[in-house]
């Protein structure tokens, strides 16, 4: 059973910069890629940035693109988020999840097909 730990939210102020990091626990191996989501209040969850563990293919939603980058250390079983430039409207719930591979069909940052969620990190960014 595969468990998901995020950890690096925080607070920052506009055009700052934060890390957050998504431990999995259990074997993730060949069988999953992984995405970050976010979700503010009164918004529906949104799609950020994925990954394809072992393959490194790297998909971002146009909001994050160019500002946001995805990345993967296999050794640590750890994804990562490295946010930049950060605006207000990135201010949300950032939660990791891993979604079996065959259901790529679905679209890579879509949350249908969501197998296991991690429990969130809150990001905040101040104007």
């Known amino acids: 059973q595969v468990q998901l730990a995020e950890s690096g939210g925080g607070s920052v102020q506009t055009g700052g910069s934060l890390k957050l990091s998504c431990v999995a626990s259990g074997d993730i191996g060949g069988a999953y890629y992984m995405v970050w989501f976010r979700q503010a209040p009164g918004k529906k969850r949104e799609g950020v940035a994925s990954i394809t563990p072992g393959v490194g293919d790297e998909y971002y939603s146009d909001s994050v693109k160019g500002r946001f980058t995805i990345s993967q250390d296999n050794a640590k079983n750890t994804l990562y988020l490295q946010m930049n430039s950060l605006k207000p409207e990135d201010t949300a719930m950032y939660y990791c999840?891993?979604?079996?591979?065959?259901?790529w069909g679905y679209g890579r940052l879509s949350p249908s097909g969501v197998d296991v969620w991690g429990q969130g990190t809150q990001v905040t960014v101040s104007s």
């Open positions: 999840a891993a979604v079996l591979r065959f259901k």
